[in-house]
DNA sequence: TAGATTGTTAATCGATTAACAATC
DNA sequence: TAGATTGTTAATCGATTAACAATC
């Protein structure tokens, strides 16, 4: 294996040439240079280059790449194809806005549950699936596989869940809480801040004024 | 004006130590050093100090920064205090729980109008705020000065959509679409890839499991 | 084969970290 | 004043870009 450490960097790329390349491939292309790429994506060619060959050789000199193919190969180094199951923890708004997510269904990502802790919304249907209380996760973790939990609950109450659902085994934490996380186990952890996203766009409208 | 164009890397920090000291503040702690804060957010002291002198000397040497004030100074850096106004465009799903979300009211950002084209939704309320149809937004930007508009429709309506909004005057645009955006006009753009985030976290759950 | 474009090494650039003089 | 901690310069590290030999 030559696990050369890959930085984070390089990993954050990846999902936008997974997008161009999709987006290629409904354009019917089929074959793409570095440097065409470059051009579209306004990187340079060097860096694409770079980039894929931290993960291996996935072109052909004298002729680029096959796009169908180096979708396939980032898409598999991005684990989409892995199938994860996942379980959305919080039926609130935002909950109920990633449950219906579109982006879940035509990959290959798999909501098979939805928790809450608010009695008058546990048995509710949320996109084919019964909201179920929190309280009833250890029993669900125990028949079921989640690989990955969404945190759309209040700040105060992810460090208990979150805490319980790595001891349930849960692989990966997409939170998108104010909480930090960590933990001992190896559990995957991924803020999404989507304050400091709008913060960071405050600025720039700030900086237009000056 | 020591405008020395400051790096991207240190903007989005910023709003990271905008949420610590806030934290702090409601801790009741109203000094702190940059040794002290590196611990807490698992950062160098040294970057903070040369993150916070790009934009001036907020501290006391042999004391170290006053909480509130640093906090207020990051605040205005970041343009939280400017009482920007927000529109959103696309009462879905994600639209209804960004009108929800609480950080707009907790800080200075208001939202004045929600728009949709589906005359279904067209006329519903939400959050005290009538929806309106698209149609009406030169009408309405004509009337109200919008800040920022949120992006929260399909990818393939918003090219058209963000290019009437830069003409009716919107200064930032907090896109969720997929779409890329690209205008002549100085407009600021914030891209939020949910799919990105999840891509990553899918990743590193892969990586666990080798 | 000649032309094109990759894979990869080397050079540059920028960002992070360390060190320390300034100063509260 | 002595001690502490900043602001800032200098050193290091890593990431990006450029260059080119390998090769399809």
Redesign the pocket.
Known sequence: MSEKKV????IRRLPRYFRYLGELLNQGIDR????ELSERMG?????I??D??CFG?????????QVDFLYNEIGNILGVYNGYTVIIIGAGNLGRALANYRFFNREGYKIIGIFDNAQEVVGETIKDLTVLHVDALEQFMGQQQADIAILAIPRDTVPDIAEKLVKYGIKGLWNYSFAELSFDEPVAVENVHLSDSLMTLSYKVAQLEK
Do not use: K
């Not at 930085?7 to 390089?10: E, G, P």
């Not at 990187?43 to 860096?47: D, K, L, P, R």
């Not at 050789?57 to 790449?65: K, L, P, S, T, V």
């Open positions: 930085s984070a960097a390089v793409i240079s570095s440097n990187v340079t060619a060097s860096q280059r770079q894929l060959n050789g996935f072109g052909q000199q004298g002729f680029g790449y």
